[in-house]
Antibody, heavy 123, light 108 residues
Framework: EVQLVESGGDLVQPGGSLRLSCAAS????????IHWVRQAPGKGLEYVSG????????YYANSVKGRFTISRDNSKNMLYLQMGSLRAEDMAVYYC????????????????WGQGTLVTVSS | DIVLTQSPGTLSLSPGERATLSCRAS???????LGWYQQKPGQAPRLLIY???SRATGIPDRFSGSGSGTDFTLTISRLEPEDFAVYYC?????????FGGGTKVEIK
């Protein structure tokens, strides 16, 4: 069974930093691109970032480019999102999600989702 | 970026009724790259439909999708109690995938 389990969400002050993690199991992690999608409280879904299966390619939404860094450790089946210069508008539940592709941009839907981790940005 | 506009924002219906949800794109989307998700409170989204009309694994046949170009529709033929939720359309045919704002299907 494919499982994605996010962790690391916390309360952080504006301008602060946080690292989210996503632990994967039940599939060959190193064969698939993995993505982050967020959802602000009571709002819709917003794509954040993605990374290819071997970590060689990454993609960021304009809203987080230059502030967030996605990475992965295939030896540990782990995905990370390093978040910096956090703003109030970054407050959201962050989901990791998987398509059926190895490349970052592959034109496929998100078949599997984690349960999410909440990031709260407030002073 | 491709903007997806969903309507109505809220749909109030009774169990057994038919639900018709609309998703309109700001520019043409290939039917291959349009999907629908269901989200219940406190849960992650679940893929229902991909490629406009193909049901994902385990999705009952009361869910169907149609459309082309800029106009797409999700239809739930007869609402079951577990179908009351928020539904999002998504386009994944461009480098930046985008989602609609959602339609809430609530019990009347």
């Amino acid at each position: 069974e494919v499982q994605l389990v996010e962790s690391g969400g916390d309360l952080v002050q504006p301008g602060g930093s946080l690292r989210l993690s996503c632990a994967a199991s039940g599939f060959s992690f190193s064969s698939y691109a993995i993505h982050w999608v967020r959802q602000a409280p009571g709002k819709g879904l917003e794509y954040v970032s993605g990374i290819g299966s071997n970590g060689g390619s990454t993609y960021y939404a304009n809203s987080v480019k230059g502030r967030f860094t996605i990475s992965r450790d295939n030896s540990k089946n782990m995905l990370y999102l390093q978040m910096g210069s956090l703003r109030a508008e970054d407050m959201a539940v962050y989901y990791c999600a998987r398509t059926s592709c190895s490349s970052t941009i592959c034109y496929r839907p998100f078949e599997y989702w984690g349960q999410g981790t909440l990031v709260t940005v407030s002073s | 970026d491709i903007v997806l506009t969903q309507s109505p924002g809220t749909l109030s219906l009774s169990p057994g009724e038919r639900a018709t949800l609309s998703c309109r794109a700001s520019q043409s989307v290939s039917s291959t790259y349009l999907g629908w998700y269901q989200q219940k409170p406190g849960q992650a989204p679940r893929l229902l439909i991909y490629g406009t009309s193909s049901r994902a694994t385990g999705i009952p046949d009361r869910f169907s999708g149609s459309g082309s170009g800029t106009d797409f529709t999700l239809t739930i033929s007869r609402l079951e109690p577990e179908d009351f939720a928020v539904y999002y359309c998504q386009q994944y045919g461009s480098s930046l995938v985008t989602f609609g704002g959602g339609t809430k299907v609530e019990i009347k």
